[in-house]
Each structure stands twice: as C-alpha cells, then as structure tokens.
C-alpha cells in the first residue's frame, strides 16, 4: 500500500522523508565531516578528491563542485547538512537560501525586508504564485540547471 | 517538589546568534528584533529558575543520519556549544541537570513515551540561540547561563516528524515526570524554533504572518484545538522548516491548566508576545506564558 505522503503537491518544495534520506546518507554524511575544521582545510585544498573518499553518487558531486543546493535536494541532501557546505563557504543561510530561488543576493534579501514570499499561489502545485515552476527562475541571478 | 514556573516560547534563528556574537545588536537590521526581548531579559532576571527544560531540534549536528531519535533527553552534566561548520559560538558551555533530566527520563518512559537518552553531545543554535536571547551576551571563558539546563532534541529534520497532538501530549507526561520530583525547584520549560519560513528550494522565504499570529493566538488560548493542527498544514502555511512550531506545543502541553488532555484551568498569564520580520529567512515569534 502506498504510504501517505500529502506533501508532494506543495510547489518549490522537496520534503526530507525517508525515502530522500536513504538517496542521500552519503552525501549528507560527507556535509557533516565538515564540522571538523581539519576536514574543511582538505575539502576546500582539493574538493574532488576529498569527494573520492565517499560513497557518493557522481551525480550528488557534481552537484556540490557546482554548489547547486536544489540539484543536491533532488539527490537527497537536506538543507540542515547543506549548510556545512556553504559554512565552509563562508556564506550565511540567507546566501544558502536566496541561491535556490534564481534571485540575486540582494533580490532576495530585499524580499525578506518587504515581509518574505507570500503564501498565496504557492500553497498547491498548479496555482500561480512566485515559487511555481513556469515562474522559475524568480530573479535575475544567472540559472545554473 | 519541583513545579513549572513558565514556558517560554521563541524562534532560534542562528544569524540572531551570529548577530550577538559580532555586536550587530544596535544595527538597523537587527535592533527592532532585540528590543523585543528587553522586556524579556528583564522577567529571566527577576524570575531567575532553578532549571529550565529546553525543547528544541539539533540541525544535524549532534545527530547524523546515523541516527535520528525521535525524542532525546540530556542527562549529562555538561553540553560544548557545537563548531556548525563556521568554529563554535563563543558562549559558555551548558551546565545539565543529571538528576532531574534522569528522573524525567524515567517517569516518561513509563508513561509511554520512548525517549532516547544522550550522556554525551554537543548543542546547537537551536538550543543556545535561546538562551542568548533570553539571558543576554555571556563572556564564552568568565560567563555562564544562569541556571542548569535539560536539553530536549526533538527530530524535525527527517519526516515524519512527531505530530503537535503527540507533542502536547508529551509536554503534559514531562510536567507530571517534573511534578513527581521531590526537591523544590523552579522549572522552566523553553519551546523553541519557528515561527513560518522555507529554506529550500523555489518557495525559500516564505513567511505568513497571518497564520502565524492566528496559530500563536491559539496556542494560548484554545492549544487543545492547536494540537490537532496536521504537519502538512504546518508544511503549506508555514513552510518547509515551519514545522518546527510542533515543539512548542510540548511546552504548552506541559502548562497547569492541560489535564488529561483537556482544558481543566484558566489560562496562564500571557506575560509578553512579540512578533518580527525578517531575521534573515524567518519570522520570528515569542511569548511567555507563566502559571498562576
């Protein structure tokens, strides 16, 4: 029988559930052997190389090198790990997060002073607001994918 | 015996952490937001507890995709401030209560509810964010947080997460584990996290100001109703990471007018509520609700 999972019609979204998790243990598992200062240095002297040592999918790296958070949300990674990706990075959760949208770092912390996204159009798959696919990408950020 | 005080109710944003630990307080950006805590540094100083119980979520810090319990209690003596990939926040290190944390560990699981007990781990913004807030700026080395703290981790990282019914029903077994504990102290208990926002994806930055005000009216004054609010609302309204307000409801499922469930009392005494937006991707909600 198939499991209940009412969440797969919300627009822009992919929830972290079982299934995405098993996709993604390596991937996630590698975010987190970024905690330890000593495994940031060697990710960032050679970042391929410190991937060869994870059971990761060539897919899931290729999807780090070019720091595309929704490319590696599809794969499996959550945003939770992701982070210690982008910590590495030096970047603040707002970088993290306004890179996922298509809009410039500016673009999106301009509409997070105005109040944030709004919810309307963007509760079912299928409406018409901002988050929407045939809206993508939101800004004027070069799209990666 | 040990009595809850109060809850408190707050966001954990960790660029609020980052915002005190690099005195940007007074900032454009940031100082509406602090000044909504005054008042609430003031009230911790004057109703200093004994102990405060602190729900909140790891982010993937102390718990990997080793493992993810779904409910966990400290019962070690002491919690470092994790490195979360930028080096650990410069504040003190967490001082638990493994006396108390055990007791309640055992009279929760008695009452059914499988909690995963933890000796050792590092905390996160989840849990320090709060205590900054609510305490103020600590000197990392000569600093300390006023009191003992019980970390409570609730997993809302991996779905399904526990639903706000199993929460408050939660809160309501830790204030009878508290309330069987035979030293008079003053206990606090803290939920955390929330109120809407996304971090992922093309709906990054969603905020709902309505549904976030009408839901923390509702925690107040009719949280039985609040309680059976379903996750994929949480998801639709509120964002992908909103789901993160379920913990509150253990908090307020732990107050004294919850019996059995139900509504027996009249409400506790709604001391401060303030409501923010933006820091950086959330909104940010808080309230204190005391026990007549």
């Not at chain 1, 979204?13 to 987190?32: H, P, V």
Request: proline share 5%; with cysteine; net charge negative.
């Amino acid at each position: 029988m198939a499991l209940d999972k009412p969440y797969l019609n919300v627009p822009g979204t992919i929830i972290f559930d079982a299934e995405q998790s098993r996709k993604g243990y390596w991937l996630n598992q590698f975010c987190m052997s970024l905690m330890r200062p000593e495994n940031r240095t060697r990710f960032k002297a050679d970042e391929r190389a410190y991937l060869d040592e994870w059971e990761m999918t060539d897919e899931q790296k290729l999807a780090v090198l070019a720091r595309d958070l929704n490319w590696c949300i599809r794969t499996g990674g959550n945003i939770y790990f992701l982070a210690k990706i982008g910590a590495t990075d030096g970047l603040s959760f707002q970088q993290m997060a306004g890179s996922m949208t298509g809009m410039t770092e500016e673009e999106y912390r301009n509409m997070m002073l105005r109040g944030g996204r709004s919810v309307e159009g963007n509760r079912y798959v299928g409406e018409d607001g901002d988050a929407q696919a045939h809206r993508q990408p939101q800004g004027s950020a070069f799209k990666k994918h | 015996m040990a009595t809850i005080t109060a809850s408190v109710y707050t966001s954990h944003v960790p660029a609020i952490g980052a915002a005190m630990d690099l005195g940007k307080t007074q900032e454009d950006y940031w100082k509406p937001l602090f000044a909504g805590y005054e008042f609430s540094r003031r009230w911790m100083r004057d109703h200093k507890p004994d102990v405060v119980l602190l729900v909140y979520n790891d982010h993937a810090t102390a718990f990997s995709l080793d493992m993810i319990p779904t409910f966990a209690i400290g019962t070690a003596a002491q919690y470092r401030p994790a490195d979360e990939g930028y080096g650990a926040r410069p504040v003190p290190v967490v001082k638990g209560h493994p006396e108390l944390a055990s007791h309640i560990a055992q009279s929760v699981i008695q009452q059914d509810f499988d909690l995963t007990i933890v000796n050792k781990m590092d905390v996160d913004h989840g849990l320090t964010v709060p205590l900054s807030l609510m305490c103020g700026e600590q000197d990392p080395a000569t600093g300390s947080w006023p009191c003992p703290v019980i970390p409570f981790a609730v997993n809302v990282v991996q779905y399904p997460v526990p639903s706000g019914q199993r929460c408050f029903n939660l809160g309501q077994a830790i204030r009878k584990a508290i309330e069987s504990y035979d030293e008079d102290l003053k206990v606090q208990i803290w939920g955390t996290g929330g109120m809407s926002h996304q971090l992922q994806g093309a709906r990054a930055g969603l905020i709902n100001r309505e549904w976030d005000n009408r839901w923390l009216d509702q925690l107040i004054n009719d949280p039985v109703a609040c309680a059976r609010i379903p996750h994929i609302e949480y998801v639709r309204e509120a964002g992908s990471e909103g789901i993160e307000l379920v913990m509150w409801l253990i908090a307020r499922g732990a107050m004294s007018d919850i019996q059995e469930g139900r509504v027996v009392g009249p409400a506790p005494k709604l001391r401060h509520r303030f409501y923010h937006v933006p820091a950086s991707n959330t909104a940010v909600g808080h309230a204190i609700l005391e026990n007549s």
